[in-house]
């Protein structure tokens, strides 16, 4: 579900009281366009601080689905995110208060510095702690699309992000954060860092620069070949099932880049 995102003064009188009370007094807000499934994303700045809050209305079920895994996941990322401050629920809304994180949108195109900053993040995430509460694995996303053996390969204990879009990535004096965990699962510790690949390429940059790049993260680097392989094709029969064969080549042919490195030996 997509909605257009109400401002700060057209939140509830309720919630953005119960807000202040954490904040003190917003003395400024500004709406942030990004973000599919909020009802509400904006900056403030307040007596107390700047902050980020993302609110949803109640009959938003998605949303509030992805409000729950971000509180859920919120206290096991305070390494790579900025902090949870306040969970509120007023008048049919549930809002979470994080502290705002500096930076701007990581420049993921080639001979940008924030493409270093976004590779140290990858090898931070891989030193999440481990996850106490029970999440999907990132293979059951693609239950429909799995092959024989494909949900064993795929199986994983470390914390995922799994949207690693460059508006997720906010980089500030050489530092890269990420935000908006929304879509958390469980799986090997490459698989954010290959989509964050992608995500370089769909910046143009070139699959041998992409690879290159992912060749700075040893979770990459320790990969099976046969789990990539499978990773690579149940993504890309997702894709195709989705919007059509014709359709999904332009991403599928990137995901396929991924499979020059998975046919590499393994290095300790």
């Given amino acids: ?31 942030i366009e990004q973000g599919l499934n909020c009802s509400a994303a904006v900056r403030l700045t307040a007596a107390a601080g700047a902050f980020f809050v993302k609110a949803v209305r109640g009959k938003h079920t998605e949303g509030l689905a992805g409000l729950a895994q971000e509180q859920r996941v919120a206290p096991l990322v305070d390494a790579v995110s900025p902090a949870l401050r306040l969970a509120v629920r007023e008048a049919g809304w549930h809002a979470l208060v994080f502290d705002l994180a500096p930076g701007r949108t990581a420049d993921l195109s080639a001979g940008s510095p924030d493409v270093d900053a976004v590779a140290a993040l990858m090898r931070r995430l891989a030193d999440l702690p481990p996850v106490p509460a029970e999440l999907p694995q990132f293979a059951d996303r693609y239950a429909a699309h799995l092959l024989p053996g494909d949900a064993e390969l795929l199986h994983g204990e470390h914390l995922l992000h799994t949207d690693t879009n460059p508006h997720n990535l906010l980089v500030h004096d050489g530092t890269a954060r990420l935000v908006d965990w929304a879509m958390p699962a469980l799986g090997p510790a490459w698989i954010d860092p290959a989509l964050t690949a992608i995500r370089l390429m769909e910046s143009d940059q070139t699959p041998a620069a992409a690879l290159a790049w992912l060749d700075q993260v ?42 020059t490195r998975s046919l590499a030996p393994v290095r300790r």
């Avoid at 997509?2 to 807000?29: C, F, K, M, N, Y």
């Avoid at 890309?236 to 499979?259: M, V, Y």
């Fill in 1 to 31: 579900m997509i909605e257009q995102h109400l401002p700060w003064v057209d939140l509830p009188a309720p919630l953005r009281a119960a807000v202040q009370q954490h904040t003190g007094v917003v003395t400024s807000a500004e709406s």
């Fill in 218 to 259: 040893p979770s990459w680097r320790h990969a099976p070949a046969a789990a990539v392989t499978a990773f690579v094709g149940v993504v890309c029969r997702d894709w195709t099932g989705r919007i059509g064969e014709h359709a999904a080549e332009p991403s599928n042919a990137r995901f396929r880049a991924l499979l």
